[in-house]
């Protein structure tokens, strides 16, 4: 038999061409698709506002308005979660 994309002689019972690798006949399965990159937030996006909400209640104190910088760790801290959660459903 010969090979149908490069035409050289192969053996009838070849399942690829050992000259140019193609298979002889057509596969049963259909290789599955990759999934698309860049599909949700990067991790960093979720680590960032925790690191920075620890900061911000490492020196809340410090500063002259505790309570608000409590409040800003917080937000910080709920968002950095969210994106966090949004990546794992989006891993799924």
């Known amino acids: 038999m010969k090979c149908r994309n490069c035409g050289t002689e192969i ?3 070849a399942i690829v061409c050992y000259r140019c690798g193609v298979g ?3 596969p049963l399965r259909k290789p599955a698709p990759l999934p698309a990159s860049g599909g949700g937030p990067p991790l960093w996006a979720g680590i960032l506002p925790l690191l920075l909400s620890l900061a911000a209640l490492a020196g809340a ?5 505790p309570r608000e ?3 800003g760790a917080v937000v910080l801290g709920a ?3 969210l ?3 949004a ?3 989006r891993r799924r």
Do not use: C, N, P
């Not at 104190?61 to 308005?65: L, R």
């Open 11 to 13: 053996a009838d019972k």
């Open 24 to 26: 002889t006949t057509e």
């Open 61 to 65: 104190e410090a500063s002259g308005y």
């Open 69 to 71: 910088a409590d409040i």
């Open 79 to 81: 968002i950095g979660i």
């Open 83 to 85: 994106v966090l959660i």
């Open 87 to 89: 990546r794992v459903i």
